[in-house]
């Protein structure tokens, strides 16, 4: 099993910045990939990036430039820095946890909300 739990959410004004946080314990040793997701109200969860242990990065296209994911794989912690933020940024954002065997274990959300 792997805890997961994320910080750093808030109301943020357009065009600033926001650094999400996610720490992950329990049975670490078996941590993969890792990636942040969002949900906004009436709509499914997308994935907004994601890293893998070797460090390799992928991004949707609408946060492409603008945010940046980066992990500390010896203290089991991810980070995800929002830059120039749009009020279409407002979502909960939940951070992902994919183990070697396939295993997905998910925080509880952060709101973050980006004000016009």
């Known amino acids: 099993q792997v805890q997961v739990v994320e910080s750093g959410g808030g109301l943020v004004q357009a065009g600033g910045s926001l650094r999400l946080a996610c720490v992950a314990s329990g049975s670490t040793f078996s941590i993969n990939a890792m990636g942040w997701y969002r949900q906004a109200p009436g709509k499914e969860r997308e994935l907004v990036a994601s890293i893998t242990s070797g460090g390799s990065t992928n991004y949707a296209d609408s946060v492409k430039g603008r945010f940046t994911i980066s992990r500390d794989n010896a203290k089991n912690r991810m980070f995800l820095q929002m830059n120039s933020v749009k009020p279409e940024d407002t979502a909960v954002y939940y951070c992902?946890?994919?183990?070697?065997?396939?295993?997905?274990?998910w925080g509880r959300g952060t709101q973050v909300t980006v004000s016009s």
């Open positions: 992902n946890v994919k183990t070697f065997w396939s295993l997905d274990f």
